[in-house]
């Protein structure tokens, strides 16, 4: 307790003179923001949380190093208060090199993993299932870390909100969810938000909850004090609402319509700072003490600008930095030659491989841990204790879940039952996973599987067919792979695991018991390299998953026309390997791309123009694309039949395009 009658006057005034230090920081940072902001120097959008300073410092008061906290986009006092330097901080708000992630993620997405700040989030809600990730890592690590996510009373509309608390629930987490209730979501105020109140949601997860004054900095960390001592013993995940208020608009030039000055000036009254001084008065510090720490981090700041202000910004040759991690150079293997097996063990096979190899990867999911709907993974949960974890049905808790344990050092494999349920987790995907090494200027690492699968032929209906492949390929930053036979599989997954990068692996349903040869225990598949799987001297077919294996089937029936078709495996989607297919190209002059994706804006789109622009002079034909017309996969199986390509649909083009 900070104030605890058992503390000496002297050791308590000692105390909150450094909360009082500490608040007045944030203070100092976010006014002078806000005034560069002003002139100009700071671009972009700027959230800053004046009068919000005692709820990051009480909070953040009893962390560990090893502890971690998630924020919002109003972050600039939660990474102030656990510990990160104001120097670099403002670097960043200035878009220099020298700021905390080398100028790439600015105000809204300030990070360093290596010190536990999992980074401000310019998504409401984001860090909530980021946080439990990051748990979940503390928790198979062992020992006593704990997890504060920071988040608005606006957050608790998200759906994320309720996935991360009730999963957090479920598996007892060591995770505080630290609500700093503002009053105002954006413009609106919370009593017009929600009919719930947070206490009452937290009575409906099961977790338990504290209000306290989020404007007076003893009673946020008195508070915090019993709840993380709570967390870290093991007892679950725990609820805290602090009432304070934002002395600014949601965002640097909002007008403020939705307020009155009256209502700001009755909070002003109740200033954080102002109450801590006099806290600090009352402890016995002296004026002069108080006076000194604001000439101090008046001068910390006044460096910290001019540092920022002649620190350069990022050269124009790092542009392309960060996207994505180095990834091992990995030879192609030899062909398998052992007894058949099918594509589902070969993929649970690698899984459990790296899971014995490696104490840090782990499997989460729906239903995985009692085998996974296919039956894929039945038994690995007795193999491997608390390393295979049933999820509730909470798709964007799962990936957050696998984002926030790849930045804690673990390397999650998370399942997506259907790949069409990736729209539901779109925000981990597109915004999370595939953009935080970039934004935190390398900082971060996200070696994260995120395994799903698709497949159309069995009259599944338009929302469990679809193959999607080309909407993540669009988002910079992911790996998207699809293999089409067992052994790639094997050794495709490996590789996925052992990547130091986000990777989604697609699987086909309908090959789940399709047989081929058992590659050896090591066998690794490099990630972005093609293969020619049949050579040939007419035409070069392209294609990946399920669907190549009917592009072989029509090279077939072309073999017997006189045909010579040089078929290629893409395996990998993003990134793609052009060079295989430019080279193939090259020596037959005609291509010929079959997808079983909709043909309208996919990756055969892609491939078609690379073909015209880098590969046109190779070209004696035009480029053909075989795939489903633009419209969701039927359920009739008449008409799903005659939607989805054939070897004979595939043979046909094949034969017009050579024969052109």
Known sequence: MVTSVSEAPAAQAEVVVELYRRMRRIR??????????????????????????????????????????TSTHRGHGHCLAKGLGADQMMAELMGRDSGTCRGRGGSMHIADPEQGIFGANGIVGAGLPVAVGAATAAQLRGGDSVVVSFFGDGAVAQGMFHEAVNLAGVWDLPVVFFCENNQYAEFSRASDQHRATLKERAIGYGVPYRRVDGNDVIAVADVMDNVIAHTRAGHGPFLVEAFTYRWHGHYEGDPEHYRTGEELASWRERDPLTLAYDRALAAGATPE???????????????????????????????????????????????????PVKMMAAIREAIEREMTDDPSVFMAGIDVAQGNVFGLFRGMADAYPGRVRDTPISETAIVGTAVGAALAGFRPVVEIMYMDFIGVCLDGLMNQAAKLRFMTGGRASLPLVVRTQFG????????????????????????????????????????????????????????????????????????????VVREGRDVSVVSWSRMLTTVLQAADRLAEDGISAEVIDLRTISPLDRETVLQSLERTHRLVIVHEAVQDFGVGAELAALAANEGFWHLDAPVARVAPPAIPSPYAPSLEKLWLPDADAIADTVRRVVRS
């Open 28 to 69: 100092e940072f976010e006014t002078r923001t806000s005034a560069l902001y002003k002139a100009g120097e700071v671009p972009g959008f700027v959230h800053l949380s004046i009068g919000q300073e005692a709820t990051a410092v009480g909070a953040c008061r009893h962390l560990r190093e090893d502890d971690v906290v």
């Open 289 to 339: 003490v108080l006076i000194e720490v604001d000439v101090a981090v008046r001068a910390e700041i006044d460096a910290a600008v001019e540092h920022a202000r002649r620190a350069e910004a990022p050269k124009p040759a790092s542009l392309f930095d960060f996207v994505t991690a180095p990834r091992p150079d990995i030879p192609e293997p030899p062909a398998p030659s052992g007894e």
């Open 456 to 531: 159309a032929g069995r009259s599944s209906g338009s929302q469990h067919s679809q193959s999607l492949e080309a909407v993540l390929a669009h988002i910079p930053g992911l790996t998207v792979v699809m293999p089409s036979n067992p052994a790639d599989a094997y050794g495709l997954m490996r590789a996925a695991i052992r990547d130091p990068n986000p990777v989604v692996f697609i699987e086909n349903r309908l090959q789940y018991g399709m047989k081929g040869p058992r590659p050896e225990p090591d066998h690794l598949v490099p990630l972005g390299r093609a293969k």
